[in-house]
Structures are given as C-alpha cells and as structure tokens.
C-alpha cells in the first residue's frame, strides 16, 4: 500500500494539523479512582501524545495529582485505593492498570519527579545509579557512561563532574531538582511525569528545568502538573484542564489559552477562580 499521493497532496496547514494528532503514547480511558470511598478521579479519557510536553492544569484539589500518580501505580502502595478504567502503554498495548501487571515494571516506564526535590542520602553518583543497579546494571564502565549521560541531559554534568561520590544533599535546591530528573531519566522511561517541579525553586533553576523539560521531549513523552500558566503556555504542547475529578477540557495549548471551548476553562485560565 503506498501513502506517498497522500503525502504528496499535503498543503501546510493540514501537515500541521495532523502534526498536532500525534501518535499516542498513553491512552487514559474511563478511569475511575477511589481513595477508599472518597471517589476523586470520575471517568477522565484522553490520548497523551508521545514525545509532546502534556500540562495538568486545574484547581487545588481537582485530582492533578492523583492522576499523575494512577501513571505509575503509585496508588498501590497505600491499602483501600481502587481503580477502574484502564491505561494503556503505546506500542505495545500494555494496560497498566491490569492485576497481572508488576507495579515495579511500570516504574520503569514513567519516571516522576515530585515537587519537592528528594534525593535518596546517597551520593550524586548513586543517585542517578539507582534505578540502574535495580535493572540489574552493574559493570562500572556500563554505569559510568549511563550516569555520565544523564546528568548531561539533565544538564547538572559540568557543575558536580568533578565530585561525583560527594553527598548530594550539599547541592543546592535547583541541582537537587535536576539530580531528581537525571535519576528519572537514567533507566530510559517511555514517559516522565513532573509534579510541579519547580514551584519550590527561584526564576533562574525554574527557567533551567523548563528547557530541560522542553529538550527532554525528543526522546520521552512529559506530563506535567503545573499551577503556573504562564509555564503551561511556554513549555507544554497539550494542555488538560481538571474541575472536582474530572477532565472538563483537552486539546492543544495555544488554542485552549487563546480559544477555551468550555466556560470553566475559560474562567479558570483568565484567573476567575483557582
Ligand atoms: N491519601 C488520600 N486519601 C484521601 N483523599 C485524598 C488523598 N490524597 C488526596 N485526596 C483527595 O483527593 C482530591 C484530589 O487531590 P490531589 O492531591 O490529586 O489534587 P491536586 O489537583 O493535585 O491539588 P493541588 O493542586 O493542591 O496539588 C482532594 O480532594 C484530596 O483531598
Ligand atoms: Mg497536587
């Protein structure tokens, strides 16, 4: 079957069109979500595209949070959570969600960087080795050259290169922050989810994750809760707008801050409320 007529018919702006209906990498579909009998998650579908940056966007208390962490399982830690639905990993189809699936595999695949940043008590180095060493890494040139990488991608490498086996609580705030995303990074996830990485750092470690994030998705798919707009608008290609648990509103970031199509996403992005 050839495709090429169709390529060859293309004018721009259907290219861009298409461009915006990325394949996707994460298919979210009526998933329900309970913390005992407190239901916070009511029914939210959508598509995440791969290798776009994807903003949750939403009120305190609408359930940002709590989707991010369904992403990875995180929910099974705690007794009493419940989830219905499912969370489907392109392309291989996987449905996260499911009983037979080990919540420790689907660590892997979405690394999370939380607010604020925790790094383990260990040095800089075996920080980011971490994740590694439970892949079963453990040739040193091996983990060498992964942490090495990492750091460069999280762009700490030439500030701790030369003290590398110092503790890495005597970085600063912005440092820690990118150790916290070299260690997501260093084991290859499909998807890395950010928890408002940056609303405890000051404008110049913020503006450095947020072209951190933007570099990173050449080659992982992002999701990221913000509750700063003007930081949706700069980095995120998609954005979702969460109200009381569920998804009122999700489509491409330019068009929802300039167009929203629902009355609550307009009043919450022109700060009538939130
Ligand atoms: N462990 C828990 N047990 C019971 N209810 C919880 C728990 N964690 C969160 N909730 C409730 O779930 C709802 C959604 O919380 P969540 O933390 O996901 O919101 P959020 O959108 O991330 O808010 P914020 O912007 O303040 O971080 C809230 O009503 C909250 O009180
Ligand atoms: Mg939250």
Redesign the pocket.
């Known amino acids: 079957m050839s495709v090429a007529p169709e390529i060859a018919g293309r004018d721009e702006s259907e290219a861009s069109a298409s461009d915006t209906k990325a394949l996707p990498k994460v298919q979210i579909h009526g998933l329900n979500f309970f913390?005992g009998t407190?239901q916070?998650l009511r029914s939210v579908t959508m598509d995440v595209p791969a290798l776009k940056v994807t903003a949750l966007i939403?009120p305190?208390?609408?359930?940002?949070?709590?989707l991010l962490r369904c992403m990875n399982r995180m929910h099974d830690l705690y007794l009493g959570n419940r989830y219905e639905g499912s969370i489907v990993v392109q392309p291989d189809g996987t449905d996260i969600l499911d009983a037979s699936v080990d919540p420790i595999q689907v660590r892997m695949r979405f690394g999370m960087v939380f607010q604020k940043p925790n790094p383990f008590p260990k040095s800089i180095y075996e920080n980011v080795a971490y994740g590694l060493r439970l892949q079963g890494m453990n040739r040193r040139k091996e983990l060498d050259e992964k942490v090495e990488k990492a750091l460069r991608e999280a762009a700490l490498w030439e500030e701790v290169k030369s003290r590398l086996h110092q503790m890495a609580h005597n970085l600063s705030g912005g440092q820690q922050q990118r150790l916290c995303i070299a260690r997501a990074i260093a084991t290859d996830p499909d998807v890395v989810l950010f928890d408002e990485p940056t609303s405890a750092l000051d404008p110049i470690a913020t503006s450095k994750i947020e072209e951190l994030i933007v570099e990173l998705k050449k080659r992982v798919t992002v999701m990221i809760?913000t509750?700063n707009l003007q930081q949706a608008g700069r980095i995120s290609d998609m954005t979702a707008f969460m109200y009381l648990g569920e998804l009122i509103e999700f489509g491409d970031t330019n068009r929802m801050f300039t167009n929203p199509a629902k009355p609550q996403t307009e009043d919450y992005i022109s700060g009538r409320f939130g």
């Open positions: 913390y407190n916070v939403g305190s208390g609408c359930g940002k949070t709590t809760v509750h």
